[in-house]
């Protein structure tokens, strides 16, 4: 792991509570930033298989940067509502990440921050966040469409310790989260039914650490949601995360948090895609609480390309293997950058 600049004390130190349950014990030990200086924070990469960084982490370690050069005047800790961010490069898990925060706007109501993720002095991410405080306003929400309980569908978890595969063996071991997808996953062959729209429930996979605050708990959304999002751009034209040649990596990231929310609970994703064209693909996701409560709205366009693409006619129909893949088949796993 890459050494990072050694804190001049403990306040040097994001405070993010911890927890010795594996994988998400790594995962919060990821958002623990080392404190540069007013503005500055450094931080490490989880291990993945691909050497490059993925997007959720480098998103929820940005928007923590951000939040911590917000202002203490006494009106109460202004909450994260949106970001609106650019993967500009891939990031290398081996290198270290230094987080540069330009406070671009404290109102009385609203503070705004640009945060760009930083690797050999290049950009890999740049994002603007922005926050609030907590205020009364107009409410109206829509309603969260019915959906089978989570407990009663199958775990990619199980999948995983089922696939004798490298990626599958990884991803049982280091997924922080459980995904439960409503429809036929798409994992290892492409859907029987070619739609733009997908449901499922997502949660953590053990028990958070108490003291986790809602800023942390939107960062942790960040960091999840990040998995899944083009999936819909996979449903729709038949293909799965192991389609051979498959290159995909997120471009932008939109989110809105609209309502408290505890990613320790079972969430649920109504997903779609509203379009594809030119090798891009946009997914849009509404989030909802067990309650039905919308807690939050996430757009995200990433490269979605297929060998065949470049090539005219007729595309083939979905891919179905009858069988799980071998070690030697590829198999992306979801949103490696």
Known sequence: MPQLPEAPDAAAVLDVPQTDAEPMATVL?????????????????????????????????SVLAAAATLPADGDGQRQLHSVHGYFLRPGKVELPITFAVERLHDGR???TRRTHALQQGKPILSLISSYQEDQPGREHAGAAPDA????????????????DH????????????????????????????????????????????????????????????????????LRRHGLSWRTPGLSVAS?????????????????????ESPSAQ?????GIAKVFDTAGTHVATI???????????????????????????????????????
């Not at 089978?148 to 696939?163: H, K, N, Q």
């Not at 953590?204 to 605050?213: D, K, Q, W, Y």
């Not at 030119?278 to 946009?282: A, D």
Request: hydrophobic fraction near 40%.
């Open 29 to 61: 030990s990821t958002l623990r930033l080392t404190r540069l200086g007013p503005d500055e924070f450094a931080g490490t990469s989880l291990p993945q298989l691909s050497g490059r960084i993925y997007g959720g982490q480098v998103l929820a370690q």
């Open 109 to 111: 109501s609203f503070s």
């Open 148 to 163: 089978p309980d989570p407990e009663s569908l199958r775990s990619a978890l199980t999948l995983f310790d089922e696939v």
């Open 166 to 233: 490298p990626v599958a063996k990884f991803m049982s071991s280091t997924a922080a989260f459980d995904i439960r997808h409503v429809e036929q996953d798409i994992y290892l062959r492409g859907a029987n039914e070619r739609t733009d729209a997908q449901m499922l429930w997502m949660r953590a996979r053990s028990p958070l650490p108490a003291g986790l605050t809602q800023l942390q708990h939107r960062a942790l959304l960040a960091y999840a949601c990040d998995q899944v999002l083009l999936e819909p751009v």
């Open 251 to 271: 471009l932008d990231h939109g989110m809105w948090w609209h309502r408290p929310l505890d990613v320790g609970q079972w969430l649920l994703y109504v997903q």
């Open 278 to 282: 030119g090798g891009r693909g946009l």
């Open 299 to 337: 757009a995200q366009e990433g490269m979605v390309r297929v060998p065949d693409d470049a090539e005219p006619g007729p595309r083939p129909a979905a891919e179905q293997p009858t069988s799980v893949p071998r070690p030697d088949e590829e198999w992306k796993r979801p949103s490696l950058r």
